[in-house]
């Protein structure tokens, strides 16, 4: 590559949309052949040369991502005062014959992997052409779609004829001026051998990487192993202390690297014991800047054997994946252990930062196998519903490990223990990002396929595709919607006998056995008042809702077991108007509002019985319902007239097309259960962040269009909905307003429109897709947003959780860097975008550079040096500060930006160089 300067411009060719061959060129493409399109880009400079080629993509609306080489630098030189010098882009389809369907060969150009065949064995699809003024003025970022020029001689393959006609397509391409890391990044794209260190420049690493294990040379592991295995063979697992009398086991995967000798063998008890102390090092993950997740892995117990080496000692290998957010990380293997103990020692710790205060952390527990065609076989997976947690509590969790959290049936496959702890920079802010900023949709990459079946069963469980038919799946979706309308039932019955007969409801006196029917009352007054009003059936639905609301907070709070409560409507309200207890000394009488541990078999006994109680209730309406049944049929069978001869009608012979069939009947199923789910999640505070925030909305609504004159505003809504829609003038606006050509054009504007939209959104999911391939891996994962499954995972009776007012110290010696990507022409993290604007990008200013003129006046330059300091000001913002302060950058904003030290801004001109792969 060149030597750039300060001067350069990084472009990217983003793609083209609606190519079409000329009709006219006598160079046919059969019209089905069309759809397969094998196109490129070559750059040319005003004196023809080529100074960039962009790789072959297929299809008519191609889009080129960094991959297929879509980015390149332009340098600049001054070579005089003249700005008539050019740049133009030419759009080229490789032809393929009709008899054959094979391609023409390809000639590489300058060593470089972009392609140039000979005239004959190309074509033309259009081209654009930029004066180097309009590439100046529009140096900012920002997308620009030009359409694609033809010339009019039908036999030309160049752009270079004056008479030029529109080809139909359109090409879109950005500018904006580059910085040393831009060049640093193209330098290691052209570099096969060197897209290992592409994630160290575009993240800025400053710690060593933590590996994820499956992601390791099986090839290293089988050479650690076989050590391990020889010295296992000669050594025992365990010996026996003659001193104290005790077995001891060898301490898996190894000892403690400060104290060798003495941690290689130890007591059971004293392995369990250690397992508790404070983690020793711990890995740094993900991007966010709301606060901190501190997860540490502890123990599984009681696990499965997956191995089949039983009667030799060969047992489980277990480990942990963990996914949480835009991050993925892994404990060590332990070898041969149905209920392993991960110590202090170990990678088991993990600091994961928060991009949003509800995300849900997926855990998964595998045995480990070795082999390309071995997947790692998975045990159980755990939700750890994060929104219910309180922070700068320490909690310590045990959960039963499942499959699936979607069957009906669900055996648990032995248990894990977790210790974690949430700090949180600004508890305020955390909360009002709940509701100003939607869940961001997040994907991981990895680069191995074991590992990504790995990442996808810890976020999904074992049937992690439910679009395909499975018959355990659809029984399943079947067994569930009649689940909702049995609960549903009892909700609705539970309600009415409740309102109608007054009965206890809310504790307001603090007597837990006289509570007062505080929502009969309000029922009671809302109905009456109703009555009289009934145009105020609008406001009063809001409020409805919202006390529905609370009245399932109400239930679930009463629950006899802590691990089913949620965060109450009270410490939320506190922490919005900054009254919560971390901001003020409470007064003796209010310090039970401050988070209380909670101790192991808390409520144990009262818990087992409210449950035994509702299970009761479903077994006696079951057998009800079989009676019921029962007595149906003796019925029908008794009274039974039909002595016609019954006819043998064999088995059930099912078309070949049932299983796309029932796919779709299966979808339509999982869609009405999903719906359910999340109807679920928020009616019954699984997530009792967002359900706390529908809760004030309704509430809000419901208060302020109470104030509303809602008798003039239903009177008049109906009188212009009647006498402007359904009068007879409405025929003469049918027939003079509205003909058949006029509705055909605005369906087709408002096509265009969504297409544009979806193709915006496409071209940037592809091209951050592209730079997370090359930095991570090419198998992608989306990590659900929400939870919505149909089993929750609740922690264990024997859990408990004790406040953590000081934040012990973190001790961190590994990080695995977050996927969260940001940006256009080359993707980077948060913590990268925010550190190119402080150290590499050079000094931005405002110009007021216009097409085609090259002088500036006094003032403006005065005003150019001072939005230059307000740019500078704006690009130095912390780390920590939220996304909101990045993206009023000046080049996010779209203004145009241009270096201080551009001398050619007073008319000298420029010629392009090729910088990039020629």
Same mark, same amino acid.
């Given at each position: 590559?060149?030597?750039?300067?300060?001067?350069?411009?990084?472009?990217?060719?983003?793609?083209?949309?609606?190519?079409?061959?000329?009709?006219? +060129?006598?160079?046919?493409?059969?019209?089905?052949?069309?759809? $397969?399109?094998?196109?490129?880009?070559?750059?040319?400079?005003?004196?023809?040369?080529?100074?960039? &080629?962009?790789?072959?993509?297929?299809?008519?609306?191609?889009? #080129?991502?960094?991959?297929?080489?879509?980015?390149?630098?332009?340098?600049?030189?001054?070579?005089?005062? +003249?700005?008539?010098?050019?740049?133009?882009?030419?759009?080229?389809?490789?032809? *393929?014959?009709?008899?054959?369907? +094979?391609? !023409?060969?390809?000639?590489?150009?300058?060593?470089?992997?972009?392609?140039?065949? %000979?005239?004959?064995?190309?074509?033309?699809?259009?081209?654009? /052409?930029?004066?180097?003024?309009?590439?100046?003025?529009?140096?900012?970022?920002?997308? !620009?779609?030009?359409?694609?020029?033809?010339?009019?001689?039908?036999?030309?393959?160049? +752009?270079?004829? %004056?008479?030029?006609?529109?080809?139909?397509?359109?090409?879109?391409?950005?500018?904006?001026?580059?910085? @040393?890391?831009?060049?640093?990044?193209?330098?290691?794209?052209?570099?096969?051998?060197?897209?290992?260190?592409?994630?160290?420049?575009?993240?800025?690493?400053? /710690?060593?990487?933590?590996?994820?294990?499956?992601?390791?040379?099986?090839?290293?592991?089988?050479?650690?192993?076989?050590?391990?295995?020889?010295?296992?063979?000669?050594?025992?697992?365990?010996?026996?202390?003659?001193?104290?009398?005790?077995?001891?086991?060898?301490?898996?995967?190894?000892?403690?690297?400060?104290?060798?000798?003495? &941690?290689?063998?130890?007591?059971?008890?004293?392995?369990?014991?250690?397992?508790?102390?404070?983690?020793?090092?711990?890995?740094?993950?993900?991007?966010?800047?709301?606060?901190?997740?501190?997860?540490?892995?502890?123990?599984?117990?009681?696990?499965?054997?997956?191995?089949?080496?039983?009667?030799?000692?060969?047992?489980?290998?277990?480990?942990?994946?963990?996914?949480?957010?835009?991050?993925?990380?892994?404990?060590?293997?332990?070898?041969?252990?149905?209920?392993?103990? #991960?110590?202090?020692?170990?990678?088991?710790?993990?600091?994961?930062?928060?991009?949003?205060?509800?995300?849900?952390?997926?855990?998964?527990?595998?045995?480990?196998?070795?082999? /390309?065609?071995?997947?790692?076989?998975?045990?159980?997976?755990?939700?750890?519903?994060?929104?219910?947690?309180?922070?700068?509590?320490?909690?310590?969790?045990?959960?039963?490990?499942? @499959?699936?959290?979607?069957?009906?049936?669900?055996?648990?496959?032995?248990?894990?223990?977790?210790?974690?702890?949430?700090?949180?920079?600004?508890? $305020?802010?955390?909360?009002?990002?709940?509701? =100003?900023?939607?869940?961001?949709?997040?994907?991981?990459?990895?680069?191995?396929?074991?590992?990504?079946?790995?990442?996808?069963?810890?976020?999904?469980?074992?049937?992690?595709?439910?679009?395909?038919?499975?018959?355990?799946?659809?029984?399943?979706?079947?067994?569930?919607?009649?689940?909702?309308?049995?609960?549903?039932?009892?909700?609705?019955?539970?309600?009415?006998?409740?309102? !109608?007969?007054?009965?206890?409801?809310?504790?307001?006196?603090?007597?837990?056995?006289? $509570?007062?029917?505080?929502?009969?009352?309000?029922?009671?007054?809302?109905?009456?008042?109703?009555? %009289?009003?009934?145009?105020?059936?609008?406001?009063? &639905?809001?409020?409805?809702?919202?006390?529905?609301?609370?009245?399932?907070? &109400?239930?679930?709070?009463?629950?006899?077991?802590?691990?089913?409560?949620?965060?109450?409507?009270?410490? /939320?309200?506190?922490?919005?108007?900054?009254?919560?207890?971390?901001?003020?000394?409470?007064?003796?009488?209010?310090?039970?509002?401050?988070?209380?541990?909670?101790?192991?078999?808390?409520?144990?006994?009262?818990?087992?019985?409210?449950?035994?109680?509702?299970?009761?209730?479903?077994?006696?309406?079951?057998?009800?319902?079989?009676?019921?049944?029962?007595?149906?049929?003796?019925?029908?069978?008794?009274?039974?007239?039909?002595?016609?001869?019954?006819?043998?009608?064999?088995? =059930?012979?099912?078309?070949?097309?049932?299983?796309?069939?029932?796919?779709?009947?299966?979808?339509?199923?999982?869609?009405?259960?999903?719906?359910?789910?999340?109807?679920?999640?928020?009616?019954? #505070?699984?997530?009792?962040?967002?359900?706390?925030?529908? *809760?004030?909305?309704?509430?809000?609504?419901?208060?302020?269009?109470?104030?509303l004159p809602w008798r003039f505003i239903l009177l008049w809504t109906g009188r212009c909905i009647v006498w402007g829609m359904f009068g007879p003038h409405m025929k003469l606006v049918d027939f003079f307003m509205i003909p058949e050509e006029g509705k055909e054009k605005v369906l087709i504007k408002n096509a265009d429109r969504l297409f544009q939209e979806a193709r915006l959104r496409r071209e940037e999911a592809v091209k951050v897709q592209d730079i997370k391939a090359l930095a991570f891996g090419k198998y992608s994962v989306q990590v659900p947003s929400f939870n919505v499954a149909r089993h929750f995972d609740r922690p264990l009776a024997h859990s408990f959780a004790k406040p953590c007012l000081e934040r012990p110290a973190v001790q961190v010696a590994r990080m695995i860097p977050g996927q969260q990507f940001y940006g256009t022409m080359i993707p980077r993290p948060e913590e990268g975008v925010v550190l190119e604007g402080?150290?590499?990008?050079?000094?931005?200013?405002?110009?007021?550079?216009?097409?085609?003129?090259?002088?500036?006046? %006094?003032?403006?330059?005065?005003?150019?040096?001072?939005?230059?300091?307000?740019?500078?000001?704006?690009?130095?913002?912390?780390?920590?500060?939220?996304?909101?302060?990045?993206?009023?950058?000046?080049?996010?904003?779209?203004?145009?930006?241009?270096?201080?030290?551009?001398?050619?801004?007073?008319?000298?001109?420029?010629?392009?160089?090729?910088?990039?792969?020629?």
């Open positions: 590559m060149a030597n750039t300067t300060d001067d350069s411009i990084l472009c990217e060719i983003v793609g083209a949309q609606k190519l079409t061959i000329n009709n006219a +060129s006598g160079l046919l493409l059969d019209p089905i052949k069309e759809e $397969k399109l094998h196109t490129y880009c070559l750059v040319r400079n005003d004196t023809g040369k080529i100074v960039h &080629t962009t790789k072959v993509v297929s299809g008519k609306n191609p889009i #080129w991502t960094a991959t297929s080489k879509s980015l390149f630098l332009l340098t600049e030189s001054r070579i005089g005062r +003249s700005l008539s010098s050019k740049l133009t882009v030419e759009v080229y389809a490789l032809k *393929t014959y009709n008899n054959n369907n +094979s391609m !023409m060969m390809l000639h590489k150009i300058g060593g470089g992997d972009g392609f140039n065949p %000979e005239p004959s064995n190309q074509i033309l699809l259009g081209s654009i /052409q930029l004066e180097k003024s309009a590439i100046l003025s529009r140096c900012n970022g920002e997308r !620009m779609e030009l359409p694609l020029l033809l010339p009019q001689s039908s036999n030309s393959c160049s +752009s270079d004829s %004056e008479t030029t006609t529109n080809s139909g397509g359109s090409l879109a391409i950005r500018f904006r001026m580059a910085n @040393p890391s831009d060049a640093r990044i193209l330098e290691l794209l052209e570099q096969p051998t060197e897209k290992k260190f592409l994630l160290q420049e575009i993240i800025h690493i400053d /710690q060593p990487l933590a590996k994820l294990v499956t992601e390791t040379s099986e090839s290293k592991i089988v050479r650690s192993g076989l050590c391990s295995m020889v010295n296992h063979i000669f050594t025992a697992s365990t010996v026996y202390d003659t001193t104290s009398y005790r077995e001891l086991k060898r301490v898996k995967p190894h000892p403690d690297p400060q104290q060798p000798e003495m &941690t290689e063998f130890l007591p059971g008890i004293e392995i369990r014991k250690r397992t508790y102390e404070p983690s020793q090092s711990w890995v740094k993950a993900g991007s966010g800047q709301l606060g901190r997740l501190f997860v540490e892995v502890l123990a599984c117990h009681n696990l499965p054997n997956m191995d089949l080496g039983e009667a030799v000692g060969d047992y489980t290998d277990p480990f942990v994946c963990l996914v949480y957010e835009d991050t993925v990380a892994m404990t060590d293997v332990i070898d041969d252990e149905l209920s392993p103990h #991960w110590l202090p020692w170990t990678q088991r710790a993990f600091s994961f930062g928060m991009m949003h205060p509800a995300s849900t952390l997926y855990i998964g527990v595998f045995d480990f196998d070795l082999g /390309q065609g071995n997947d790692h076989d998975p045990i159980g997976r755990v939700a750890v519903n994060l929104s219910n947690l309180h922070h700068d509590m320490e909690y310590t969790l045990q959960y039963n490990l499942y @499959p699936s959290a979607n069957v009906t049936d669900r055996t648990a496959n032995g248990s894990i223990t977790l210790r974690l702890r949430m700090e949180c920079y600004n508890e $305020k802010a955390a909360l009002l990002s709940a509701v =100003l900023s939607p869940r961001p949709k997040i994907n991981v990459n990895v680069r191995k396929k074991k590992t990504f079946r790995v990442v996808r069963y810890t976020c999904f469980g074992e049937y992690d595709n439910e679009e395909s038919f499975d018959f355990t799946v659809t029984r399943s979706y079947i067994n569930e919607i009649l689940e909702y309308k049995q609960q549903l039932s009892y909700v609705i019955q539970d309600s009415l006998l409740s309102l !109608m007969f007054w009965r206890g409801q809310v504790d307001l006196l603090g007597d837990e056995k006289n $509570k007062v029917p505080l929502y009969s009352f309000l029922f009671f007054v809302s109905a009456c008042h109703l009555i %009289e009003k009934p145009h105020l059936i609008i406001p009063f &639905t809001l409020l409805s809702i919202s006390l529905m609301m609370m009245a399932n907070f &109400t239930v679930r709070s009463e629950h006899p077991s802590p691990w089913h409560r949620c965060r109450s409507i009270r410490e /939320q309200v506190d922490i919005l108007t900054n009254n919560h207890w971390k901001n003020n000394s409470l007064p003796p009488e209010e310090e039970k509002i401050r988070p209380q541990g909670i101790r192991a078999y808390e409520g144990e006994k009262e818990a087992q019985a409210y449950e035994k109680a509702i299970r009761d209730r479903q077994e006696q309406d079951l057998v009800r319902a079989e009676k019921l049944a029962e007595l149906q049929e003796e019925l029908n069978s008794y009274g039974d007239d039909n002595i016609a001869t019954e006819v043998n009608k064999g088995g =059930l012979i099912i078309p070949a097309d049932l299983h796309a069939r029932l796919s779709g009947w299966q979808g339509i199923l999982g869609g009405i259960c999903r719906f359910f789910r999340f109807i679920r999640l928020v009616a019954l #505070w699984e997530e009792s962040i967002l359900s706390f925030w529908v *809760t004030v909305a309704f509430f809000a609504s419901g208060v302020l269009t109470m104030m402080d150290e590499t990008l050079p000094p931005m200013h405002h110009s007021p550079l216009m097409e085609g003129d090259g002088t500036s006046t %006094e003032n403006e330059a005065k005003t150019n040096v001072e939005t230059e300091d307000t740019s500078q000001t704006i690009a130095t913002v912390t780390i920590g500060s939220t996304n909101l302060e990045r993206r009023t950058s000046m080049m996010d904003m779209g203004m145009e930006v241009m270096p201080k030290n551009v001398d050619f801004l007073e008319g000298e001109g420029m010629e392009i160089v090729a910088t990039g792969s020629t």
